[in-house]
Structure formats: structure tokens, C-alpha cells
């Protein structure tokens, strides 16, 4: 196994020229299906339908953790045909539970997803420079990630179960944590991943950006309905 850290400058490059592209490539795919699913009327059914009970959220919080935990564990090691075919299953699927929350986010304020995607791009930006030019091996954050991980998932479940708000504080935590995992997937692509794994890296990528994004707009959520 020879790592991308490990490459000639100009496969390096290839490389990284790869998975942004078809990282650009999903994001476009996931605005697409939103602008499908919210034209035809189908976001509005399904979320009033996953909305209106704690069951519905309950589901929409477990399938973003499995598909997260997806991302990370099946495709990696599969071949190019499968990491294909896993991308295109994972932005369908993304789309479909982003759906209530970006229906609410309409109904909150007009400027409110165009807000939060900037803020999102340019987080992400930030974070991938920092990769980039300190060229750090950002591993050591794997561990951590992964405890604070199930405690905001057990955090979320009980919320959804037992009633109560976690607030803005455990979102801006969120985004905390969001922003590690994208150093630490950023830098795991350059240092685990060989050449030819650039479609299970833009998937990688993909599901930190997502994370990312829906803590912004839950955030960016919050302080609009307040004014």
C-alpha cells in the first residue's frame, strides 16, 4: 500500500484533482434531488409525515448515523464500481433526511439555507486549507471523535425520547465536532488512502460536509426565529 502522502507531486495532485471533483459532483447531486423532491411537493408530504411524531425524528437522527458510519467503514476497502454505487445510494439517501430539516428551514426565513450553505463552504474551505499547508496527520483526533460521537447520539436519542431541548450550545458543540471530523477525514484521505480510492474519499468528505451543514442550519435556524 503506497498512501497519497506518499505519491509524486503530480499523482498527488490527480489525486486530490479527483476527489473534489466528485465531491463538487455529490454536492450538486444532493441540490439537484432537494430541488426535485421540494418543486414536486414530495418534501413537504414526507416531512409534515416524519415531523409529526418523535418516531419520525428518531428515524431521521438513526439513519444519518448509519449512513455516516457507512461512509467511513464500507467503501473504503470496496471496489471503484461499489464505491460508485455506494456515493449514489448515500447523496439519495442524504437528501431524503435532509429534507424535514430543510423544510423547516424554509419556513423560517428565505435567507436562511443560502446563509447557512456559505457558511458551510467556507468553514470547510478554511478547514482543508489547514490540512494543506500544515500537512499535520490530524489520526490522533480518530479516538475522540469517536467517544464524543456516541455521546451526542445518546444525547439526541434521549432529547427525541424524553422531550427536551438540547439548545444552541450542543449545536455550536456540533459544529466543533463536525469541523475535527473534517481535519481528521481530511488528513486520513491524504495518509490511508491510495490512488485509487478517490470516489470513497469524496464520500468521506461528503458526510463531514453534510454534518457540517446541518448544524449550521440549525444554528443559523435558531438565531432567525429569535429576531
Known amino acids: 500500500m503506497q498512501s497519497v ?16 471533483a466528485h465531491l463538487a459532483g455529490a454536492v450538486g447531486g444532493f441540490i439537484a434531488l432537494e430541488m426535485l423532491f421540494f418543486t414536486t411537493g414530495i418534501a413537504e408530504s414526507i416531512s409534515r409525515a416524519m415531523l409529526s411524531n418523535r418516531l419520525g425524528w428518531l428515524a431521521i437522527i438513526g439513519g444519518f448515523a448509519l449512513l455516516g458510519w457507512m461512509a467511513r467503514e464500507l467503501t473504503a476497502k470496496a471496489s471503484q464500481q461499489t464505491q460508485y454505487t455506494g456515493l449514489g445510494i448515500y447523496v439519495v439517501a442524504e437528501a431524503i433526511i435532509f429534507m424535514p430539516l430543510l423544510w423547516l428551514a424554509g419556513r423560517v426565513g428565505p435567507n436562511v439555507i443560502p446563509t447557512a450553505a456559505v457558511m458551510t463552504i467556507g468553514l470547510f474551505a478554511g478547514l482543508t486549507t489547514i490540512v494543506f499547508t500544515t500537512k499535520k496527520d490530524f489520526s490522533f483526533l480518530g479516538g475522540i471523535l469517536q467517544i464524543a460521537g456516541f455521546v451526542a447520539l445518546g444525547l439526541i436519542v434521549s432529547s427525541i425520547i424524553f422531550g427536551f431541548n438540547l439548545g444552541m450550545i450542543f449545536s455550536a458543540a456540533m459544529v466543533i465536532f463536525a469541523s475535527a471530523a473534517i481535519l481528521y477525514d481530511t488528513s486520513k484521505v491524504m495518509h490511508n488512502y491510495e490512488k485509487h480510492q478517490y470516489v470513497a474519499a469524496s464520500l468521506e468528505l461528503f458526510a463531514s460536509v453534510a454534518l457540517l451543514f446541518w448544524y449550521v442550519l440549525s444554528i443559523v435556524m435558531e438565531l432567525t426565529g429569535r429576531d
Open 5 to 20: 502522502s506518499e505519491l509524486r507531486p503530480s499523482e498527488r495532485a490527480e489525486f486530490i484533482r479527483n476527489t473534489y
